[in-house]
């Protein structure tokens, strides 16, 4: 790093560090919780300006009902379950993928969902799901997938829908009085598809500032002064510190594609519960490539993990050394909850980059 | 050779299985101790230590950028000799071969892995392979077990590192891991990223130059470069202080870590060493990696603290300090 950036990083930071007033400002994207907790900016803010973190890890945000009705499924149905690595060591109420793989069920990995569909190619005789996870900057190769599916007229594959979209769960947690956020780091991915809309929408209503922020040390402390500098001035915009990715009208052609395939549906959050509008399903042509129809997956009912405070750190009411089994019960190694299995998860992200003390 | 695939019948110890052995290994290794066909080599040692080591290598492809599965099977198991402060000089290697494969690939695993040690220095005296039906494994196994000896004075075992030795990495990290992960997941970048694979045979020469100033040596392979210096942590009982921006990553390796969501300090490494060295020593070596075409772009990151013991912190490229933790489960890319 050359001195001049490395100055200009220190210049950032004592202007941050010299504001007056009290912040709480949220992040609600993976990987600003592990960029944050990886630069550790957050030990060197002063104790006025608090870094939250919010719901932007898909593995955590699913819920506990879900997950439990995918594990049932691989037990209870002779298939091929291609997932996101992240998923495997998720745990259920009573086992996990990865603990059913052990058992022989056949669960693979895969980075792309193109993958599932060669997967399916190369196993015509049997069913293959594809496990769907993942926010807006995801959606887009899923539906992609499933469009070529169509074109090939595979018969065998599916997707079991678990996507989401953020800005509901957002309005959700500015409108909660018990959550006190100030003023967000948006996503820097998700926006490059989304673009600014879905947050002027927030920003009229809820009179809160927002920043497009990307994810080098850099950009996560402009995006902070950026933030600062409107609490200041007492205002509440849409703002792009990410500029070299984001667009104002963010990628059209994806949402298009993302529409063409799926429609908004109610969804159940892990911690938020259900919120009308924030999940996605299939539509109607495409209904036999959605696997919950297609091999009639039950709903589950949500059965809470017990001392496990997931669903209140990933609203940012409390910090993961809070939760009673930060550290203790609850580690990397032996997750009790998803923020700590996800490597992108805050429980995870704390632990691993907060010294011994701070590990409760 | 008739068949082009291997066959059930090669592993049956009878005439497939010898001209197998004779057709594709005996013709890639041969050597006056491998010669006679025993059912063990029979060994002349030198006087002093001996250092053994062994690894099994199973990955997929078996070839890719910069290596393959045979070349990897000599330099992993001649890397950990050299960790050991020994000069290697004999490897046994076994062969688990799933029923389908090639021959063709066979006898170019069995030619890179004779090409290898050729130039190292080091004789592959005894061998095995067996056949397995197809799906009970991938492709081919391989193990190699190695032997070296260590000259007289050396001993690079971890309570010998002290507070004040300097840490050097022997080049860029994570070039292998990544290589592997985009050659499977058909990733491709601007720049192509290829694997580190190599066997760090110069290090001889550094280890007789620089004897009991260098402490301790371990190559950072699985888990790559922060496990590797939590262990050496734990088992020296030392605290280990680093810098983020003196740790040598590739521009590519970097860029593409940063789309995926991952580490490279947490990433595999095939051709690298981290040493620990006197203050004093630390310089002069660095100088003289620098002319060694594979240690080139080696940079000392830290030093040893007293303590907190067992503890590796980093120093952020910002100034502040974190905890440099040890590889839980694996390391796969973000979803998002």
Known sequence: ?360 | MTQDRILMAHGSGGLMSQRLIDEVFKQAWQNEIMEPMLDGAILQMPAGRLAMSTDSFVITPLFFPGGDIGKLSICGTVNDLLACGATPLYLSTAFIIEEGLPIAELRLIAESMAKTAREVGVKLVTGDTKVVEKGSCDGVFINTTGIGIIPEGIDYRPPRIQPGDKVIVTGYVGDHGLAILAQREGLTFSTPVVSDCAALYQLEEMVAKYGDAIKCMRDPTRGGLATVLNEIAVQAGIGIRVKEAAIPVAPAVKGACDMLGMDPLYMANEGKMVMFVAAAAARDLLFDLHQLSPTANAAIIGQVDAGPSGLVLIETELGAERILGILEGEHVPRIC
């Open chain 1, 1 to 360: 790093m050359s001195n001049d950036v490395k100055d200009y990083q220190q210049q950032l930071l004592q202007a941050i560090q010299s504001f007056n007033g009290s912040a709480s400002l949220m992040e609600v994207c993976g990987t600003h919780t592990m960029a944050i907790a990886k630069s550790g900016i957050r030990g060197l803010l002063p104790p006025n300006i608090k870094l939250l973190s919010g719901p932007g890890c898909p593995v955590c945000v699913t819920s506990q009902g879900d997950i439990d009705a995918v594990i049932l499924m691989v037990q209870q149905k002779d298939l091929i379950l291609v997932t996101f690595g992240d998923m495997m060591r998720v745990p259920g109420t009573y086992s996990s993928l990865q603990e059913e793989r052990s058992q022989g069920a056949d669960i693979r990995v895969a980075y792309s969902p193109l993958d599932a569909l060669r997967v399916a190619r190369e196993n015509p005789q049997k069913e293959v799901v594809f496990l769907g996870i993942g926010f807006e900057t995801t959606t887009p190769t899923i539906a992609i997938t499933l469009e070529q599916a169509v074109k090939e007229g595979l018969k065998n594959f599916s997707v079991f829908s678990l996507h989401k979209v953020v800005p509901p769960a957002l309005e959700l947690i500015f409108s909660d009085t018990d959550i006190k956020v100030d003023g967000l780091i948006c996503p820097g991915h998700v926006s490059a598809v989304i673009g600014v809309k879905p947050y002027e929408i927030l920003t009229d209503k809820y009179k809160k500032p927002c920043v497009i922020t990307g994810f080098e040390t850099q950009d996560i402390l402009e995006g902070i002064y950026m933030l600062l500098q409107q609490l200041k001035k007492d205002e509440a915009r849409v703002e792009i510190q990410y500029g070299r990715v984001v667009k104002p009208e963010g990628n059209p052609i994806a949402r298009q594609t993302m529409e063409r395939v799926f429609k908004p549906a109610a969804a159940r959050w892990r911690g938020l519960g259900m919120i009308p509008a924030s999940g996605l399903e299939l539509r109607e042509e495409y209904a036999g490539m959605d696997t919950r129809l297609k091999f009639g997956i039950p709903e589950i009912e949500e059965l809470p993990i017990k001392g496990c405070a997931c669903g209140e750190v990933l609203t940012g009411k409390i910090s993961p050394p809070d939760c009673a089994l930060f550290g203790r019960a609850c580690t990397p190694l032996k997750p009790v909850g998803p923020c700590m299995v996800s490597h992108e998860g805050s429980c995870a992200a704390f632990y691993r980059y907060t010294p011994v003390k701070g590990r409760g």
